[in-house]
């Protein structure tokens, strides 16, 4: 972790900062998730490819189920990355006045 | 690599929350703000933040402006990695020079966005993917600085014009357009913000503009080179001896009865002045207090101008208005003359 500086804090609890920034990229993610699940099942109305509850029943390849189980593994990543507290660009250097 | 679909979702998330943000956090705010004010006199930012401090809807304000722009650039799906080949056909490239980033420039990431505009070559492309939320409904499409163009067509008919800190061609673009018979210069800083301006500017077959790295406090050009000299969203940027130096910069650069039109913010209210320092400190900018406290008038008077007049500008129509609904930057176009 080199020359990470803290993020700043706007809560009286600096946690409440990290805990909110969990918060808000999981509902960014859900909100990826939402889009791409309306275009599958945009997609797959239109080409008729799936009968309903077909995808309870699926099980992928090896190679399909690495892919998701690193997906998977970037998705938490990302989540989790707030906790650290460490800002992503280099801050203001004085504290600033009246905010 | 353009966008792919996820990252739009992301960042089509991240536009919806600024504007939640702009619209209700903002109201929210403001009515906190005249309940904790009512029956108080305040004359400064500085008691606004304290009356502030212990507002739940300020800390979510405050955190909100913060990680929206933080989230827009960085992780995984930040607009940091969008990258495509960006250079203007031959005849068309930047005049590219080694100039020094100055210490005050390098300071600080401005706006968030890591490694700043003259760091990796993809800064332009990421600039330009984020100016387009800064304000929604103002700074995407161009709108603003179309309008800059025209504001500034009503001071004159210009021939040759410079647009100092141009970024990525944002008001350079415009004005050239508007200004068809003139010639104009655009310099900056950033060489990938002036390759992507160069490219768009081929792009869009306008030929009467040309793109050049320079420093705006020391630009190279001839004495009464020009008798328009512009920038946007640049003096905010500028800390105090930098803006001096750029002002007397100017002053050399324009010909006699040559005008100077700056478009950049100031506000003269308590309770704004506090938004305007807070954003300026989540925003990575800053120099923007200090600009805002400096006597402009006095400044542009000092380095040899006349006739400076400061207003209000307009991003859409009505935004000046006291009821006007949502959170906006306090845009103000500053105007003056050289005898």
């Known amino acids: ?99 | 690599m353009a966008a792919d679909r996820s990252t739009a979702a992301f960042q089509g998330f991240l536009v919806e929350a600024k504007q939640y943000w702009m619209s209700e956090v903002w109201t929210a705010l403001k009515e906190d703000y005249r309940q904790r004010s009512a029956g108080k006199s305040l004359s400064s930012p500085s008691q606004v933040a304290a009356l502030m401090a212990d507002s739940p809807t300020y800390w979510f304000y405050s955190w909100l402006e913060r990680h929206i722009q933080r989230a827009k650039y960085s992780g995984r799906y930040g607009i940091q990695k969008i990258d495509e080949p960006v250079k203007a056909p031959a005849g068309r490239r930047p005049k590219l020079r080694d100039v020094p980033v100055p210490a005050y420039y390098s300071a600080v990431d401005t706006h968030q966005h890591p490694g700043n505009l003259t760091g990796a070559p993809n800064a332009g492309l990421v600039y330009k993917a984020s100016a387009q939320s800064t304000q929604p409904g103002a700074t995407n499409r161009y709108g603003l600085h179309e309008r800059f163009a025209r504001f500034v067509g009503e001071l004159g008919d210009f021939k040759h014009i410079l647009e100092m800190g141009c970024g990525f061609g944002k008001s350079a673009l415009p004005l050239a357009q508007k200004f068809a018979r003139a010639e104009i210069k655009a310099i900056d800083l950033s060489a990938p913000c002036l390759e992507l301006a160069a490219a768009e500017a081929a792009q869009a077959k306008v030929a009467n503009v040309s793109y050049e790295q320079a420093d705006l406090r020391h630009t190279g050009y001839a004495d009464g080179a020009f008798d328009l000299v512009t920038s946007t969203m640049v003096l905010h940027e500028l800390d105090t001896p930098a803006l001096r130096e750029s002002l007397h910069e100017a002053h050399r650069l324009l010909a006699p009865g040559g005008t100077l039109v700056h478009l950049d913010f100031r506000v003269k209210d308590p309770f704004l002045e506090f938004i305007h320092y807070g954003h300026a400190r989540r925003n990575n900018e800053p120099y923007m207090p200090e600009i805002n406290e400096l006597d402009l008038e006095g400044e542009l008077r000092g380095a040899g101008f006349r006739d400076v007049k400061i207003t209000p500008f307009e991003e859409v129509d009505g935004a000046t208005r006291p009821d006007w609904p949502t959170w906006r930057f306090p845009w103000t176009a500053f105007v003056a003359r050289k005898p």
């Open chain 1, 1 to 99: 972790m080199k020359d990470l500086q803290l993020e700043q804090t706007y809560f009286p609890d600096p946690a409440a900062d990290r805990i909110m920034g969990v918060v808000f990229n999981l509902a960014a993610e859900v909100q990826v998730l939402r889009d791409r699940v309306q275009v599958l099942e945009h997609l797959l109305e239109q080409k008729g490819v799936v009968a309903r509850g077909a995808i309870d029943g699926f099980r992928g390849s090896e190679e399909a189920e690495r892919a998701m189980a690193q997906e998977r593994r970037e998705y938490v990543r990302h989540l989790l990355e707030p906790v650290l507290g460490y800002a992503a660009s280099r801050n203001d250097v004085e504290a600033g006045r009246g905010g």
